[in-house]
């Protein structure tokens, strides 16, 4: 199943969008985001997904500082691109996860990893990666296991203008490593694929 929109008026304004996000009786465990002023409705990710996410988070826990957050489906605002995502992992210093409301703005993480799925790829591959990096996130972690049968983990980094550098690409197999603040290795041959 691939992501589905939400009917709304083309030209509503962000607060309305935001209203009309929260108001969306989508079934449980689907995803509901506004990605460049579109509403739209995804599925539950599949458990290669889930254990994707674990694995990476588990490995995140070791290197990052104490006081560094790793977030699960937190609501992220992007507001150049009028976004609300909600990425697989979030890396935040712990005083921006910590403190009132439900959203975080994207320019406060540290990093953001989004696993793809089949039906909603090209939103992180092109739409998120593009928000993310107008937002000045400092690395973005795809990883891509629909990616033409080649399951591939990009890093992207040195966010100008809404564009990212690709800093490291490797088929999955492969080890890809992060640099600093992580400074590790990711060995993306434990990502299940289905």
């Not at 977030?71 to 403190?99: F, K, N």
């Not at 591959?125 to 973005?140: C, E, N, T």
């Not at 080649?150 to 640099?179: C, F, M, N, Q, W």
Request: net charge negative; aromatic share 6%.
């Amino acid at each position: 199943m691939s992501a589905l929109t939400v009917d709304h008026e083309p030209d509503q304004g962000w607060d309305d969008l935001v209203r009309i996000r929260e108001e969306t009786d989508a079934p449980e465990g689907c995803t509901v985001e506004i990605i460049e002023g579109i509403i739209t409705v995804s599925p539950s990710p599949s458990r290669d997904h889930h254990v994707t996410a674990s694995m990476l988070q588990r490995r995140l826990y070791s290197v990052i500082p104490e006081d560094w957050e790793i977030l699960q489906t937190q609501d992220v605002v992007v507001p150049g691109r009028q976004g609300l995502y909600v990425p697989d992992l979030l890396v935040v210093a712990g005083e921006a996860a910590i403190g009132p409301g439900h959203r975080i703005p994207a320019g406060h993480a540290k990093l953001v990893a989004e696993i793809t799925s089949r039906g909603n790829a090209n939103h992180d591959r092109i739409s998120k990666a593009h928000g993310y990096a107008q937002a000045g996130v400092p690395l973005y972690l795809l990883l891509d296991p629909w990616l033409s049968g080649r399951p591939t983990a990009t890093l992207y980094g040195e966010p100008e203008g809404g564009t990212y550098r690709v800093l490291a690409s490797v088929e999955y197999g492969d080890k890809l490593t992060l640099p600093a603040p992580f400074d590790v290795v990711i060995d993306t041959g434990v990502f299940p694929v289905s």
